[in-house]
């Protein structure tokens, strides 16, 4: 079976109730959010009654809770020095949050070494991913994503991932989310996607692999730019992508949709709609 969503709100007034009818409007069967603003440190408080009967109508509706997924805020940055002690500890009661909300996995950006070089930014990321996993108590696992490689990004090749992964003591609490915009900004060709595949295999181990974000992108293949594109309308293209969305090695890996909206209003329903027309 398909496991497909996107991207969907959590607000103070709605909560996960209001995250899993999102999700449900756009005939979805899984859905990634934020626990809060990705860009800052606010979070209300999450209400039990509320995580209670978002879980009975995610049960009802079809959506297995394993196949959810929450990101992590941007603010988090665990390969800048300056930033570390911040990032553990925002990072640490993340964990706790994904736990309360009863879900099982957190999307991470690996981060930005800001200058001091992709080394030492890994040797940052390897620490502060020590530390944290030391003190979180939780069974969360951690999905880096593979980035760009944007300004200073780490993670955009597997070896990246695979060295960070190596340096941490607890890596079975380690996974990958694969983001296909990022992929191929960062120059792996999506066309040849079993090429992606077999490298990733021999590096890291498809096993790594929780989730897919599915972007198209705006930008040609190795720009490092990073800007996502709706589906079908981007350089990667329709084809391409519905070869990685049907990927039988992967089918049952949940896929995320984080494509543009389209005249103020989400395109999720209709792109998961011509997704499932065009089953592989």
Do not use: W
């Amino acid at each position: 079976m398909l496991i497909i969503g996107s991207h969907v709100g959590y607000k103070k007034d709605t909560g996960l109730v209001g995250s899993v009818k999102e999700a449900l409007s756009y005939k979805a069967n899984t859905f990634m959010f934020y626990t809060g603003a990705p860009q800052n440190t606010i979070r209300s408080k999450i209400s039990l009654e509320d995580v209670k009967e978002a879980h009975t109508l995610m049960q009802e509706s079809g959506i297995d809770k394993n196949n959810v997924i929450v990101h992590a805020p941007y603010i988090i940055n665990l390969a800048n020095p300056s930033k570390l002690d911040f990032s553990c500890q925002f990072l640490i009661e993340e964990l706790k949050r994904v736990a309360t909300l009863g879900f099982k996995y957190l999307v991470l950006h690996p981060g930005s070494h800001v200058g001091i070089g992709v080394e030492e930014g890994i040797s940052n990321i390897i620490k502060a991913l020590n530390l944290v996993l030391e003190k979180d108590n939780s069974n969360i696992t951690i999905l880096l994503e593979t980035m760009a490689g944007k300004g200073s990004e780490v993670g955009r090749t597997f070896e990246e991932l695979k060295t960070i992964i190596d340096g941490v003591k607890y890596q079975e609490r380690l996974g990958v989310c694969l983001d296909t915009c990022h992929l191929n900004d960062a120059g792996y060709n999506i066309s040849d996607f079993d090429k992606i595949i077999d490298t990733f295999d021999k590096i890291i181990g498809l096993d790594k692999i929780k989730c897919i974000h599915i972007n198209d992108s705006k930008n040609p293949l190795a720009s490092n730019k990073d800007r996502h594109e709706n589906i079908g309308k981007g350089t990667i293209g329709l084809d391409n992508l519905l070869n990685v969305i049907y990927y039988d090695k992967l089918k049952d890996v949940p896929k995320i949709l984080e494509t543009p909206y389209i005249d103020g209003k989400a395109p999720y329903k209709e792109e998961i709609a011509l997704i499932r027309l065009n089953k592989r």
